[in-house]
């Protein structure tokens, strides 16, 4: 499939975060962990609270819709009380039963032009891309408004096959005014190469609920390369 570059636009749902095509400084995504516990509410609050984060997505695999349901009411508030974007990753319905802020999909979670359908204009959509510029124009090109690439460095939280380079990075933001999310492995320590790449958000999970100084410390961690 043939994909002209000026078709895909910046869409303005990613949080405000965008205005008349100004790209802000590089931000921080926060992703939740593979397993949720209890005090998992409070952990959450004092991460926000830490520092600026753009928007939170909540990734529970394996788990049913009316689990996820269950977990999401209390994290959705904590982030509504801090304008954080609330994502709900892979599906579609339950994006739309939460009213959640948007919606995070993988090559085979559904098709984003599908889910704009589903979910009307005024919900983000996020696509996984891996290392490849064909699937992240095409996302474009089907209305997401913002692509995700990596991953770039080792990681424990999620299995991928995948290793994107900084330079794809680069390339994107370069071309495309869609704001683009570096995932994968990435820590206050290794996040420079792709802050300087271009990535327009960091997207942090076991860096973060897995910090020997707690979430909140590494949170603070971030913003201070981040430069907020």
Known sequence: MDIDDDE???????????DRGFRPRC????ISPPALTDAFGDRLAAALDAGPV??????????????????AEPLQKICADRDVAFIINDSVGL????????VHLGQDDGDARDAR???????????????SRHLAM??????????AFGAFYPTETKVSEYRAEPSILGWWTTVFELPCVAIGGITPENA?????????????????????????????????????
Not at 8 to 13: E, S
């Open 8 to 18: 895909v636009k910046l869409d303005p749902h990613f949080a405000d975060q965008f």
């Open 27 to 30: 931000q921080l995504y926060l």
């Open 54 to 71: 753009a928007a939170f997505q909540l990734r529970m695999k394996g788990v049913d819709d009316h689990a996820i349901a269950r977990a």
């Open 95 to 102: 994006a739309k039963r939460l009213g959640a802020d948007g």
């Open 117 to 131: 359908a589903q979910l009307g204009p005024g919900v983000q959509i996020g696509v996984t891309c891996h290392d």
């Open 138 to 147: 095409e996302a474009g090109e089907k209305g997401a408004d913002y692509v």
């Open 192 to 228: 420079g190469p792709l802050i300087a790449a271009g990535a327009d958000f960091i997207a942090a999970s076991g860096a973060v609920w897995n910090a020997a100084d707690g979430e909140a410390g590494a949170v603070g961690r971030f913003a201070k390369i981040l430069g907020q």
